[in-house]
C-alpha cells in the first residue's frame, strides 16, 4: 500500500524555523518524485517544492526561493523541507505528494499524504 506521511509541523513565530518530513512507502522511492504543496484558509492549493529523487533535479516556487531546502534520504525513504526565515504568510496545512517527475507530481500527483499544520505566529 502506497503511503506518504508527513510530519514535523508546528507553531513557530516568524522569522524562525521548522523542518517538515515526508515518509514514503509502498513504492520504489528513487523512481518517484515528491513534492510539496501547502493550502492556507481561504487560498488555493500551491505548489512550494520538488526534488526528484531518480536524477535530483529540484524546484521551488519563487515565494520560498533563498528560504526552504528541499532534500531527500534514501536510506530512509524521506524528503524533508527545511523551512527557514518563517513568515505568517507560509501559514498553511503542508501536504507532500509523489509522481514520475517534479512535473507530473507538481502538476497532478499520483498520490498524497494528509498533511501537517504550519502555524507562523507574529
Known amino acids: 500500500e502506497v503511503q506518504l506521511v508527513e510530519s514535523g509541523g508546528g507553531l513557530v513565530q516568524a522569522g524562525g524555523s521548522l523542518r517538515l518530513s515526508c515518509a514514503a512507502s509502498?513504492?520504489?522511492?528513487?523512481?518517484?518524485?515528491i513534492g510539496w504543496f501547502r493550502q492556507a484558509p481561504g487560498k488555493e492549493r500551491e505548489g512550494v517544492s520538488c526534488?526528484?529523487?531518480?536524477?535530483?533535479?529540484?524546484y521551488y516556487a519563487d515565494s520560498v526561493k533563498g528560504r526552504f531546502t528541499i532534500s531527500s534520504d534514501n536510506a530512509k525513504n524521506t524528503v524533508y523541507l527545511q523551512m527557514n526565515s518563517l513568515k505568517r504568510e507560509d501559514t498553511a496545512v503542508y501536504f507532500c505528494?509523489?509522481?514520475?517527475?517534479?512535473?507530473?507530481?507538481?502538476?497532478?500527483?499520483?498520490?498524497w499524504g494528509q498533511g501537517t499544520q504550519v502555524t507562523v505566529s507574529s
Open positions: 505528494a509523489a509522481a514520475r517527475g517534479c512535473i507530473r507530481t507538481m502538476t497532478v500527483g499520483d498520490y
Open positions: 509502498g513504492f520504489t522511492f528513487d523512481d518517484y518524485a
Open positions: 526534488i526528484n529523487n531518480s536524477d535530483g533535479n529540484t
